[in-house]
């Protein structure tokens, strides 16, 4: 069996810190066997989630296609005012959108969590804040996350990274969610 990883973050910048924490952690899921798949930037980018309105957008279309289809879910946010960015949190809330399915929301999946911020408050308060729309959307958390302090820490293109400990946590996070997702863990 193929495990299907999708990864959601980053910001409306591209190739932005988060994004590219979310390449990182993607390369430790593709390297413990998953088929990745990544939504960031403009796939971003969708209407302000409306439970009323039926017709979606193309791109919410994916999105929501995306998560149907995954085995595990990565999530990467930059932290803004010390949570979860907007942007982020409103690709998340069209999870809603699963509430009917076999597998409603992300229940059974798990689901890794990457905050980083210009300092560790944010880093750190954008990583809880995450697990806890994890939970409340039946997801299971890795017990590994990362809080990303981009002062401390540079990411660079595709994932490289300047402290080796982080890059190593952030793989292992995608690790995780493959073992997860294939009863190994």
């Known amino acids: 069996m193929t495990v299907t990883v999708v990864g959601i973050g980053g910001s409306v910048r ?5 994004e590219r924490a979310l390449h990182a952690t993607l390369a430790g899921a593709r390297d413990a066997g998953a088929k990745v798949h990544a939504i960031t930037g403009s796939a971003l980018v969708l209407p302000f989630y409306d439970p009323h309105v039926l017709e979606r957008t193309e791109v919410a279309r994916e999105l929501v296609d995306a998560l ?3 085995d595990g879910v990565l999530l990467s946010s930059p932290g803004y005012h010390g949570t979860v960015s907007g942007l982020v949190k409103n690709a998340l809330d069209y999870v809603e959108d699963l509430r009917l399915d076999e597998r409603p929301y992300l229940d059974g999946r798990g689901v890794g969590c990457i905050g980083i911020a210009h300092g560790w408050q944010a880093s750190v308060t954008t990583l809880q ?3 806890s729309v994890v939970h ?3 997801g299971w ?4 996350g990362a809080a990303v302090n981009s002062v401390e820490t540079e ?10 400990k982080v890059e190593s ?4 996070i995608g690790e995780q969610v493959v073992e997860f997702a294939s009863g190994r863990g």
């Open 14 to 18: 591209a190739d932005s810190q988060s």
């Open 68 to 70: 149907r289809e995954a």
């Open 129 to 131: 804040a995450l697990r």
């Open 136 to 138: 409340s959307l039946r």
């Open 141 to 144: 958390p890795t017990p590994l």
């Open 155 to 164: 990411l660079g293109p595709g994932g490289s990274c300047t402290d080796r």
């Open 169 to 172: 946590t952030l793989r292992t």
